[in-house]
Nanobody, 114 residues
Framework: QVPLVESGGGLVQAGGSLRLSCSAS????????IDWYRQAPGKQRELVAS???????NYAESVKDRFTISRDNAKKTVYLQMNSLKPEDTAVYYC????????WGRGTQVTVSS
């Protein structure tokens, strides 16, 4: 088991910002790519952003220029800075890591009011 713990979700008005954190108790944290996914009610889980061990990032088109993923290997934490939030960003946000199998956190709720 790889414990992934998300935090930082909440309720925010449209146009506001939130920063999500994902902490992983993993000795080899620094060598792994970490992803943020989200799942809105009635929709499939979708990839939001990824960061590789070398810092290379990738974003869904819907969040480009608004969200920023980063990592602090010393703290074994990945962050998702979310700016200019929209009601359609409302979802449960999950941290994901794949080491042979997929590991998921329990998620953190983000609600954006219009």
């Amino acid at each position: 088991q790889v414990p992934l713990v998300e935090s930082g979700g909440g309720l925010v008005q449209a146009g506001g910002s939130l920063r999500l954190s994902c902490s992983a108790s993993l000795v080899t944290f620094s060598i792994h790519a970490i992803d943020w996914y989200r799942q809105a009610p009635g929709k499939q889980r979708e990839l939001v952003a990824s960061i590789k061990n070398n810092g290379t990032t990738n974003y869904a088109e819907s969040v480009k220029d608004r969200f920023t993923i980063s990592r602090d290997n010393a703290k074994k934490t990945v962050y998702l800075q979310m700016n200019s939030l929209k009601p359609e960003d409302t979802a449960v946000y999950y941290c994901h890591l794949r080491i042979v199998v997929d590991y998921w956190g329990r998620g953190t709720q983000v609600t954006v009011s219009s």
